[in-house]
């Protein structure tokens, strides 16, 4: 079975994989790249903790042959996160109290980014609808929504532009 | 993982070459979100597997009051457009964000119960499947693509390319009801319209998800609704007749006695808000 080579944009950097067809993306970011933000908990489209942008949508990496994303912008929490410190959604969990084992936490920051983009004041009953496909087993939610409010308060108060690595 | 070439055709004539030449072992997918699961978990062991993300078949158009949905149209795209609010209330009830923006609406019609929600949606609007093979497209009334459960009027060699929806008469309503507010299986799902002449029933749609082994019309219902001045009495019998044509089924979300109670309920409640909304619109 031959490999195949596939490039994308990985969190701002063109990246090049050589893979076995129709391999996961969420794989390909774990396995082969190291990127272990983005987790792996159902692989069936149900949990939402594989969720990373793909050209600043979120979609599931667990469902994503990686194929599907050459020459698409990839993004996962490592892209967000500052080399020092923490991106604002981050530091808001961090202040909500938004995780406790943390497992959920990757993708419900990358939904959460994904959001503000779109909308940058969301109602609590919009968070929590972008936040509908993503499961958290120990939090609650209520922490989360929180934590997102308190995000887009900051972020649209600031205007604050957002880097990564 | 065993599968040895997945394609990504760029062309509808390139995935129709490459389905012709491989034949019925090649698994067709297109966003995966059913198929892919089932991958994942082995019980799905394809060698051959053709994406159809790239095909160019995402076409969303409007033309002549009709509405052109390519089999490739994500449910994203379905909740964003503006023509057929209903087809949005569809959208919005199914699955999750990114779910949404990997699903596509043809995908949704090969979806076993409870799944199918935006089918029933569609069926309520006399939406017709465009299947394409070798020899040409065929258009047949979606109500003619289930054959039973998980099987369809698709042949060997064909794909489904898109959909049309046709300008229809009358006041549409949309209900999916599950056990969470939002992102939940389908207890069942019902889509409705109405169309009325002078307080008159000229035209009813009854269309049920979650209630038989496809997404299906009540259509003795919906003989009981034809000719009946739209009120309490007419809902109410219509949803009986609904409830005992339907053929739900037990499964993790509800038993078939709870959803043979709801799709009572939930088709009365459905007419019910196109009456309470007005006559003759
Ligand atoms: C977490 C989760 C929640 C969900 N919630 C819901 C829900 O609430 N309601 C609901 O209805 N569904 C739900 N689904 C199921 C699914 O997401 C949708 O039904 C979706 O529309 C399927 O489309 P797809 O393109 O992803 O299908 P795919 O997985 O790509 O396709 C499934 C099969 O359909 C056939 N097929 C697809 N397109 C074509 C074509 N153009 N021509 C020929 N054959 C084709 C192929 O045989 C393919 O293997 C959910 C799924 C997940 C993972
Ligand atoms: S691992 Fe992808 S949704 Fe659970
Ligand atoms: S913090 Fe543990 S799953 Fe959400």
Redesign the interface.
């Known amino acids: 079975?031959?490999s195949?080579i596939v490039n994308f944009e990985l969190c701002g950097r063109d990246v090049e994989v050589l893979v076995?067809?129709?391999?996961?993306l969420q794989s390909v970011l774990r396995s082969q790249l190291g990127y272990t933000a983005t987790k792996e908990g159902c692989?069936?489209?149900?949990c939402?903790s594989c969720?990373v942008l793909?050209d600043g949508?979120?979609?599931?990496s667990?469902?994503?042959?990686v194929?599907?994303v050459a020459g698409r912008r990839v993004v996962t929490l490592e892209g967000i996160t500052p080399i020092d410190g923490l991106h604002p959604i981050q530091e808001a969990f961090l202040e909500s109290n938004g995780f406790q084992c943390g497992y959920c936490t990757p993708g419900m920051v990358m939904?959460a980014k994904?959001l503000l983009d779109h909308d940058p004041r969301p109602s609590r009953e919009a968070i929590?609808?972008?936040i509908?496909?993503?499961l958290c087993r120990c939090t609650g939610y209520q922490p989360i929504i929180d934590a997102i409010e308190k995000a887009a308060d900051r972020l649209s108060g600031s205007g604050e532009q957002t880097g990564g690595r | 993982m065993t599968v040895t070439d997945y394609f990504l055709p760029r062309s509808l004539s390139e995935a129709l070459d490459l389905l012709g030449a491989r034949g019925p072992s090649l698994m067709v997918m297109a966003g995966g979100t059913v198929a892919m699961p089932l991958v994942n978990d082995g019980i799905s062991l394809p060698t051959q597997v053709m994406g159809l993300r790239h095909a160019g078949l995402d076409e969303l158009r409007e033309e002549d009051g009709e509405l052109y949905i390519g089999a490739t149209v994500t449910l994203t795209r379905l909740l964003r457009q503006q023509a057929l609010p209903v087809l949005s209330e569809a959208a919005r009830n199914t699955a999750s964000w990114s779910v949404r923006n990997m699903a596509t609406v043809g995908g949704n019609l090969f979806t076993p119960p409870p799944g199918g929600d935006i089918a029933v949606a569609l069926l309520a609007l006399d939406t017709s499947v465009a299947l394409t093979g070798p020899a040409g497209t065929r258009l047949i009334p979606l109500g003619a693509f289930y054959t039973g459960f998980m099987t369809n009027a698709l042949q060997d060699g064909e794909l489904l390319t898109g959909l049309r929806v046709p300008r229809v008469a009358g006041d549409t309503a949309f209900i999916k009801f599950g056990r969470k507010a939002s992102n939940t299986p389908s207890v069942v799902t019902v889509a409705v319209r109405v169309a009325r002449h002078d307080g008159t029933v000229t035209d009813a749609r009854i269309a049920l998800g979650a209630a038989g082994p496809h997404p299906l019309r009540a259509s003795a219902a919906e003989r009981v609704l034809a000719g009946s001045a739209l009120g309490p009495e007419a809902i109410e019998a219509a949803a009986a007749v609904a409830a005992e044509e339907s053929q739900p089924f037990s499964d993790g979300v509800a038993s078939e006695w709870y959803r043979r109670k709801m799709i009572r309920l939930f088709v009365a409640r459905a007419l019910d808000r196109i009456w309470q909304g007005g006559e003759d619109r």
């Open positions: 079975m031959a195949v076995q067809p129709m391999t996961t692989r069936q489209g149900g939402g969720t793909v949508e979120p979609m599931l667990c469902l994503l042959p194929e599907d939904v994904a929590a609808g972008a509908s496909g993503n």
